[in-house]
């Protein structure tokens, strides 16, 4: 069993960032793969980054983000912090929504939805124009 508890949403002006974190419980957390996905009001969940599971060495980690956030939002995690963060750069009005944190079993860093075992509440970030 995993718990996922998000954190550092709020309201950002466009052009700005913010870091979203997800802290996790469990004692193997290294051997799932990390992801975070978003949901506006009205539209369907969807796929924003992921990261492999990691034996905290470079080589081991893969990434995959979405179209839509490529270049500005990295994914990242620290094993010993149990802990997967979000960077966001270059916020723009059409990325808010609530972010989402999840942990897959698969290991890979997938972008499918139904890939993900476990997820946390979820965190709101509503960027202004």
């Known amino acids: 069993q995993v718990q996922l508890v998000e954190s550092g949403g709020g309201l950002v002006q466009a052009g700005g960032s913010l870091r979203l974190s997800c802290a996790a419980s469990?004692?193997?957390?290294?051997?799932?793969?990390m992801g975070w996905f978003r949901q506006a009001p009205g539209k369907e969940r969807e796929f924003v980054a992921a990261i492999s599971w990691s034996d905290d060495t470079w080589s081991s980690r893969s990434t995959y983000y979405a179209d839509s956030v490529k270049g500005r939002f990295t994914i990242s995690r620290d094993n010993a912090k149990n802990t997967v963060y979000l960077q966001m750069n270059s916020l723009k009005p059409e990325d808010t929504a609530v972010y989402y944190c999840a942990a897959s079993r698969l290991r890979v860093a997938t972008p499918g939805l139904y890939d993900y075992n476990y997820w946390g509440q979820g965190t709101q970030v509503t960027v202004s124009s």
């Open positions: 469990g004692r193997t957390f290294s051997n799932y793969a």
